[in-house]
């Protein structure tokens, strides 16, 4: 910031030299020495005196918007210094089953390449569970498979994904570029568990088009479907922002994208209450996860 331009925005919001001289602990003259200086430094008036009062120039407002704005960017400074200085500050995240093993380590591993001192907590539970938690105050933010609209909450839209079909590389449909949904019936399956919400969407999408998988296994872990997937020869339906390149290299697994599937996209946000009550590392969270998805998304459309 300029010198003394934090003095002049104090004689601003004083409207008075000695009041203002008062809240710095400054004599008056020193003030007025200060006021004269920045003048000299900018070229410009900023202020006219009318009888005992000071106005502000035209010049003088345009400077004193430019001084409120630089003063905040300098406290938005300091307190990210201070954030990362501190060894005290935590987030405690509420994450639905889904969230907590596709998008919640991408999320860990973006905000502590920063804040490295960061203690971040987890809890997990079905997506409801998620959102009573946060309404209650007793985790910081939710990040869930889902839109949440609620007045009590903040939802934060981050990216939409959908299901994906998963095949191990000898399965007998590993071949074919292009996979029908009418060839789901009666295939050997390993799917999320009932009353999740991937396994609703699924189910949903079953019945709509009368397809009856041979469900061999109902599982709630991500890291077990995808093992059991090419122990058993057998298909699963996966959520596409979890199936990075190297966890199908190291699975031997490939994806194959029925059209059908995009009715089965689902949104992944952020959730939060009243953010004057949230932590400052908490805010940063959200910053850092709402940009991040944002320039993904502007690659992903090739802006």
Request: glycine share 4%; net charge neutral.
């Amino acid at each position: 910031m300029l010198p003394n331009l934090d003095v002049f925005a104090a004689v601003v919001e004083q409207k008075s030299l000695n009041r203002a001289a008062q809240t710095l602990n400054l004599s008056q003259p020193a003030l007025s020495r200060k006021i004269a200086q920045l003048e000299q430094q900018l070229g410009v008036q900023l202020f006219e005196r009318k009888g005992k009062r000071l106005e502000l120039t035209r010049l003088g407002q345009i400077c004193y918007e430019y001084a409120v704005e630089l003063g905040e960017l300098e406290r938005k400074l300091l307190q990210r210094i201070a954030e990362y200085r501190s060894p005290a500050s935590s987030i405690t995240i509420g994450a639905s089953l889904t969230t907590l093993q596709s998008t919640l380590p991408d999320l860990i591993a973006l905000y502590t390449r920063d804040f490295p001192e960061t203690d971040i907590k987890a809890v997990t539970g079905k997506t409801h569970e998620i959102v009573t938690l946060v309404k209650e105050r007793k985790v910081d933010l939710g990040l869930v498979a889902s839109k949440i609209d609620t007045p009590d909450l903040t939802c934060v839209p981050l990216f939409d994904d959908h299901l994906c079909l998963v095949l191990p590389l000898t399965h007998r449909l590993a071949d074919k570029a292009s996979i029908e949904i009418g060839e789901l019936h009666g295939l050997p399956m390993i799917l999320f568990s009932k009353g999740t919400w991937y396994r609703i969407l699924m189910d949903d999408l079953f019945h709509r088009y009368t397809v009856s998988p041979d469900v061999k296994m109902e599982i709630d872990s991500f890291e077990a479907i995808l093992r059991l997937v090419s122990t058993c020869n057998a298909a699963t339906l996966l959520p596409k922002s979890y199936l990075r390149p190297t966890v199908l290299a190291n699975n031997d697994l490939l994806l194959r994208n029925i059209p059908e599937l995009q009715e089965t996209t689902r949104t992944t946000s952020l959730l939060y209450a009243a953010e004057a009550t949230l932590s400052a590392s908490t805010q940063q969270w959200i910053r850092k996860a709402r940009e991040h998805y944002a320039v993904a998304a502007s690659h992903a459309n090739g802006v």
